[in-house]
């Protein structure tokens, strides 16, 4: 029959070349055939099938040359697809095994709407993977109606493509942080170690634990190329990181800096120990002065309003030390945002002078700390770095994790990290790669 001028067919809305839809009926959920007339409703909870038969030659799926000789004919299959007007549909097929010459052997044939031992066709799985980028997996799966763990392979199958077919941006600088896993799971370690590229934030490799050995169980994963294209690590004051960059010869000419956020963490920490021992353990006079004044001690004083500085001075009226101490860590502050190593090293000369010889130990414990990292503190000053996201991984896990109420696997966690962090959707092929996920793009001709 003559298709008129302006319609479309069934086969060109399945959008497979090389194949036609040789019938289509709909199925209620026994599998059985609805007979229905022009004028019937069809039930909602019916399924479309559409049985499809090939118009070319058969290829083979290992290789995908042409085959003449035909091995095997093999019984009807389906492949769900994605829903056509809100209906789900699967796609039937009678595949058969050709004999490859090339291959020298029986393999089944290539068909363009779904890879080997699939079930789904390939663009359901790859709208399952986009799905699920913003979805938890337990609801992409009720809403396409098939299994989680069938999302979760679709998923992570669409993003090591993805993976597979960008461009890796060079390694010059590495973050290493710590992440706390509190009591998710039943793992014996509560810590495991990002490591990431400083550059972009993208994360690289996960492992369990926060030691020496972790660091160094990454560090053999590059290659010598890799290491000596280094140029700088920032981690927190961990002994055990510094430790492991320290001790390898192929960082030897990295520099090693310190995030200005875990140093004001220590600060912090030694602020909020010289809280307790000046009020809380002081008496019960002064415990009632000192109680809530914890965040309001840790703020920054152009941070506070008017009120809130005046609450700030009555407490320094109790105690000068905690008054200086604030304005040391005031000074620190700024001293971390110093134009130059020149301004930096002066302003933390003058704050280790103001913390040397107290006797109060968390005083003393900070000054030691700050003057043994003194010299990755400087280094700032001269390069400058993104240090902040190295703690910005921290939002896109937690972010995940609460999404998925946890992950058991972190290579996947890992892989999701990645492409939430680095997928540039702000441009036209960032967002053309978002949409395809490693898929080869489809060719479109023009009608006009």
Not at 216 to 221: N, Q
Not at 300 to 318: C, D, G, I, P, V
């Amino acid at each position: 029959m003559r298709q008129r001028e302006g319609s479309v067919t069934l086969t060109q809305v399945l959008g497979y070349r090389g194949f036609r839809v040789a019938g289509a009926w709909l199925e209620n959920g026994r599998g059985q055939r609805l007979a229905l007339t022009p004028w019937d409703d069809a039930p909602v909870t019916a399924r479309l099938i559409l049985r499809l038969e090939s118009c070319w030659a058969k290829r083979c799926s290992g290789c995908g040359r042409k085959c003449r000789r035909i091995h095997e004919q093999l019984a009807e299959r389906r492949w769900l697809d994605l829903p056509w007007a809100g209906r789900p549909t699967q796609l039937a097929y009678a595949p058969c095994r050709v004999w490859c010459e090339s291959c020298q052997g029986a393999a089944i044939e290539l068909v363009a709407w779904a890879e080997r031992y699939q079930r789904q066709t390939k663009r359901l799985q790859q709208h399952l993977a986009l799905e699920a980028a913003s979805m938890p997996v337990q609801h992409v799966a009720v809403k396409y109606g098939v299994d989680w763990s069938t999302v979760r392979k679709a998923e992570q199958d669409a993003l090591t493509r993805w993976l597979a077919t960008r461009a890796q941006p060079k390694l010059r600088q590495v973050g290493i942080d710590e992440k706390y896993l509190g009591r998710r799971g039943k793992r014996e370690e509560r810590y495991v170690t990002i490591v990431s590229n400083n550059e972009t934030g993208e994360p690289l490799w996960i492992g369990l634990g926060r030691s020496e050995e972790t660091v160094k169980t990454w560090l053999k994963t590059l290659t010598p190329k890799e290491k000596a294209g280094i140029k700088l690590v920032v981690t927190d004051m961990c002994e055990a990181f510094m430790s492991a960059v320290r001790q390898e010869p192929g960082l030897a000419k990295a520099v090693h800096v310190h995030d200005p956020f875990h140093v004001m963490k220590r600060a912090g920490e030694a602020m909020d120990e010289l809280r307790r021992e000046v009020f809380f353990r002081a008496g019960e006079e002064l415990r009632a002065v000192g109680r809530g004044k914890r965040w309001l001690l840790l703020r920054a004083w152009e941070r506070t309003t008017e009120e809130q500085r005046a609450e700030l001075k009555k407490l320094f009226s109790y105690n000068g030390t905690l008054a200086r101490f604030y304005q040391v860590v005031e000074e620190l502050r700024q001293a971390l945002h110093a134009p130059d190593r020149e301004a930096m090293g002066l302003a933390f000369t003058r704050i280790l002078l103001r913390t040397q010889r107290r006797k109060y130990p968390a005083i003393r414990k900070f000054h030691d700390s700050l003057e043994r990292h003194a010299p990755n503190l400087y280094a700032l000053a001269d390069h400058r770095p993104a240090t902040g996201r190295v703690e910005a991984l921290n939002n896109n896990w937690e972010t995940l994790v609460r999404r998925a109420r946890g992950y058991r696997d972190l290579d996947y966690l890992l892989l999701k990290l990645r492409f939430a962090t680095v997928n540039p959707v702000r441009t036209g092929l960032g967002v053309a790669r978002f949409l395809a996920l490693g898929l080869p793009p489809l060719s479109i001709k023009s009608t006009s």
